[in-house]
């Protein structure tokens, strides 16, 4: 995300703000300096407007983990044959009960803005990671641009430093003590 809070320009592009993606990164350390030691990641859930703009990863996320992609239809040509990408048709809640399934304990992860802001509306959610780029893009799409439950209350941060970004992880605050081990991360 870049410093102004947007995750991609006004055309979806989102080339700047992944720029330090390529370049050599440092392990990410625990609040104690360790390093870290998390569950891996399961599963990725994104929306259709993500997915579009992805072109569809090409079948298989370059992270190399399973995707759900949040939709009212699936698209033409879809499910693939050796894809790792699938659908939910049936809304966010589904998409989440499906994406628990799939990543069997690990981490579900959540990578479009609407998808965050509806997990965040309906109490799903208890850590937010946003990874800083030092950018001021102006304009665009915002990651936390629709939040009807705001004020949401955070817990930290967790800071890493990397190479041409800052990676921030933030407890969410559940006002009943719940927690529903969904990450977001932009």
């Known amino acids: 995300m870049s410093l102004d809070g947007f995750v991609a320009d006004p055309d979806d592009g989102v080339d700047r703000v992944f720029a330090w993606y390529g370049t050599p990164q440092p392990p990410r350390r625990s609040e104690g300096g360790a390093e870290r030691d998390a569950p891996g990641l399961g599963v990725i859930v994104y929306g259709r407007r993500t997915f579009e703009v992805a072109e569809g990863w090409g079948g298989s996320h370059p992270m190399g983990v399973p995707v759900i992609v949040v939709t009212h239809s699936i698209p033409d040509g879809w499910p693939r044959p050796d894809s790792t990408v699938s659908f939910v048709t049936e809304g966010i809640e589904r998409a989440i009960e499906r994406a628990k399934e799939i990543a069997e304990g690990r981490i579900v ?78």
Do not use: W
Not at 131 to 156: C, D, K, T, W, Y
Not at 167 to 172: A, D, I, P
């Open 109 to 186: 992860a959540l990578g479009s803005p609407s998808i965050t802001q509806q997990c965040l509306d309906l109490g799903f959610l208890d850590t937010i990671r946003v990874s800083l780029v030092p950018l001021l893009l102006g304009q665009g799409i915002r990651f936390f641009e629709n939040l009807a439950s705001a004020p949401i209350e955070l817990q930290g941060p967790t800071v890493n430093e990397g190479n041409g970004v800052t990676h921030l992880s933030y407890q969410v605050v559940h006002p009943q003590g719940g927690a529903s081990s969904i990450s977001s991360a932009r």
